[in-house]
């Protein structure tokens, strides 16, 4: 079992910045892909942002290429997303979700954070 908790939400004006954080406890695997996945009001869940607990690669969904960053902290268990020129578009409840691969249902989710962005 996997328990993943977000941290690091709130308001923020455009252009600014933002870091939340997933701290995971319980059990754990270096070959889990964790991906941060955020929905807006009225709109479906998308992928944000993913990375894996070895190795360099990363995933951005393209509208938050240049200004999101994905990093991770495998001393301490946490996955971060450094989101810098906030747009008001971004606003949405921000997850965090563990499993071997991207996919709708994943495995382990945590219950989300808000980010909102005004304008």
């Known amino acids: 079992q996997v328990q993943l908790e977000e941290s690091g939400g709130g308001l923020v004006q455009a252009g600014g910045s933002l870091r939340l954080s997933c701290a995971a406890s319980?059990?754990?695997?270096?070959?889990?892909?964790m991906v941060w996945f955020r929905q807006a009001p009225g709109k479906e869940r998308e992928v944000v942002a993913a990375?894996?607990?070895?190795?360099?690669?990363?995933y951005y969904l393209d509208s938050v290429k240049g200004r999101f960053t994905i990093s991770r902290d495998n001393a301490k268990n946490t996955i971060y997303l450094q989101m810098n020129s906030l747009k008001p578009e971004d606003t949405a409840i921000y997850y965090c979700?563990?499993?071997?691969?991207?996919?709708?249902?994943?495995?382990?989710w945590g219950k989300g954070t808000l980010v909102t962005v005004s304008s």
């Open positions: 990375i894996r607990w070895s190795g360099d690669n990363t």
């Open positions: 979700a563990a499993d071997n691969a991207i996919r709708t249902n994943m495995k382990y």
């Open positions: 319980g059990r754990t695997f270096s070959s889990y892909l």
